[in-house]
């Protein structure tokens, strides 16, 4: 069940052998055979699709639906009751677009991380690298994104905000969003197949992981002397990043972006090792 190896020919039927082995070494991870298996790829990101809104009755308009319903429950409870400030941007337009990452991040998690476990027949029955499945997870997120994007681009002509040219910048945002969900997700798909805690605690900690994000406040009203641990926060950078692209906010503080990018490369370099380690005996665990 791990990269395969041209090792000689049989002696019948003349055609090659091929010895499934583990990787040698911590840092042999093969990761090569993604692009041989791109096909399967491809076709898993398109079957998640497919699987999530089959017999729904509104189909994608759920990509709108949830983001909205939460935007509107946040404009009535942190703008209109707590009065929080949304640093001069319409509290509803500010409070959606960060909601639009957040939507990719928190999916893409909840799906790559149980991703294994989901896909345990394929797993225990045919070898393809298995950074596959909770990287199909991840980028099939996408599709929803798109759709819940079409009604920002309403909010935005309503409130007559004209994007500047900093949104040539939003699909590096977009891809930190999308790589910190997998770098994430990696660990905690792997750690599920061992400990299904980990499934239960998930939802909580996304719940948690939201309210320590600035989705329903400003980073403004973050003390100053706390800014450079709330940095460490991956999507603190990305929501900064997706309003300064799309609603012309001020600059955000490229240290924060800066130091929430090397957190999210040392959490995805780590999270590959750790996969592919622990991915020799998912299929007699799963």
């Known amino acids: 069940m791990f990269p395969s190896e041209f090792t000689g020919k049989n002696s019948t039927f003349d055609t090659p052998l091929i010895e499934i082995k583990p990787s040698d070494g911590w840092l042999s991870l093969h990761l090569r055979e993604l692009w041989t298996y791109r096909d399967l790829l491809y076709f898993l990101v398109w079957r998640d699709v497919k699987v999530r809104y089959q017999q729904t009755a509104f189909g994608a308009a759920w990509a709108i639906l949830q983001p909205l319903m939460t935007m509107l429950m946040f404009t009535l409870v942190f703008s209109k009751f707590a009065k929080v400030p949304s640093d001069g941007i319409p509290y509803s337009i500010f409070a959606y677009t960060a909601l639009l990452p957040w939507g990719l991040f928190a999916g893409a998690v909840n799906r790559s991380s149980a991703s294994i476990v989901g896909q345990s027949n394929l797993i225990s029955k045919v070898y393809f690298p298995r950074l596959a499945v909770p990287i199909s997870a991840t980028l099939s997120g996408l599709v929803d994104f798109a759709v819940a994007f079409i009604l920002l681009g309403g909010m935005m002509f309503w409130f007559r905000v004209v994007p500047t040219w900093n949104v ?92 929430s990018a090397l957190t999210v490369i040392s959490l995805l370099f780590t999270g590959i090792v750790y996969f592919k380690r622990m991915e020799r005996i998912f299929a007699d665990v799963v």
């Open 168 to 259: 040539l910048a939003l699909p590096l945002f977009i891809l930190l969003a999308l790589t910190t969900a997998l770098a994430i997700g990696l660990w905690l798909s792997a750690l599920n197949v061992y400990y299904r805690d980990v499934g239960h605690a998930i939802p909580f900690l996304i719940q948690l992981w939201m309210f320590a994000s600035p989705i329903a406040y400003p980073v403004s009203l973050v003390p100053p002397k706390w800014r450079l641990l709330y940095s460490l926060n991956p999507l603190a950078g990305v929501i900064e990043g997706f309003r300064w692209a799309l609603l012309g906010k001020a600059s955000p503080d490229f240290r924060v972006i800066t130091l």
